[in-house]
Nanobody, 126 residues
């Protein structure tokens, strides 16, 4: 009964910003690993950023370091992704994912996550 719902996607010009949100229900939000992935048409689903379990440590893909920031509001069971200086290569469907027992070595592998949202489209014009 775990449910995730992304919102905040849209169309933005190169250099612009967006903030994505993911509302979560039915999980132990404070304990479980929370992550963002993205997928371009015809491509594999790629890791973007994550909180690993309850430790609070954040992880980022090299391609977004310095531009994206993952954060959370535990009182609202909501995960966020602040995206700045967006580039055309950031275009894709962004997904929120969670898993209660993923290990650190599998953090970047989409197929290791049990629960996913429906995705929200982000398009960056060139």
């Amino acid at each position: 009964q775990v449910q995730l719902a992304e919102s905040g996607g849209g169309l933005v010009q190169t250099g612009g910003s967006l903030r994505l949100s993911c509302s979560v229900s039915g999980s132990n939000f404070r304990r479980d690993t929370m992550a963002w992935f993205r997928q371009a048409p015809g491509k594999e689903r790629d890791f973007v950023a994550a909180f690993f379990r309850s430790y609070g440590r954040t992880y980022y893909a090299d391609s977004v370091k310095g531009r994206f920031t993952i954060s959370r509001d535990n009182a609202k069971n909501t995960l966020y992704l602040q995206m700045n200086d967006l580039q055309p290569e950031d275009t894709g469907v962004y997904y929120c994912a969670t898993d209660p027992s993923i290990i650190l070595s599998s953090l970047f592998n989409a197929r290791q996550y049990d629960y996913w949202g429906q995705g929200t489209q982000v398009t960056v014009s060139s």
